[in-house]
Nanobody, 117 residues
Framework: QVQLVESGGGLVQPGGSLRLSCAAS????????MSWYRQAPGKQRELAAY???????NYADSVKGRFTISRDNGKNTVYLQMNSLKPEDTAVYYC???????????WGQGTQVTVSS
């Protein structure tokens, strides 16, 4: 079983920055994709960014140029650096790990990000 623990959420003013972390533990296959999703109140969960084991990344248009996803494979940890935050970035942010060999998915419990003055 794999466990994901997110941290780093909080309240920030518009234009500010936050850095989210997601640490994975347990039995993890070496090839996996780590992603950050977000869900705003009353909206569906959406993909914000993902990063493959080899380092390839992809971003939603809404966060491109402002968010940066990175990973430390030795620590099984993924990060999301969020800059120039906007009120519309307010959401619960979830980390997801996808094992490419098995197709199994694991989710974290979520961390709240609130952008408000």
């Amino acid at each position: 079983q794999v466990q994901l623990v997110e941290s780093g959420g909080g309240l920030v003013q518009p234009g500010g920055s936050l850095r989210l972390s997601c640490a994975a533990s347990g039995r993890i296959f070496s090839i996996y994709v780590m992603s950050w999703y977000r869900q705003a109140p009353g909206k569906q969960r959406e993909l914000a960014a993902y990063i493959r084991s080899g380092g390839d990344t992809n971003y939603a248009d809404s966060v491109k140029g402002r968010f940066t996803i990175s990973r430390d494979n030795g620590k099984n940890t993924v990060y999301l650096q969020m800059n120039s935050l906007k009120p519309e970035d307010t959401a619960v942010y979830y980390c997801k790990l996808l094992e490419e060999a098995t197709g199994r998915e694991y989710w974290g419990q979520g961390t709240q990000v609130t952008v408000s003055s």
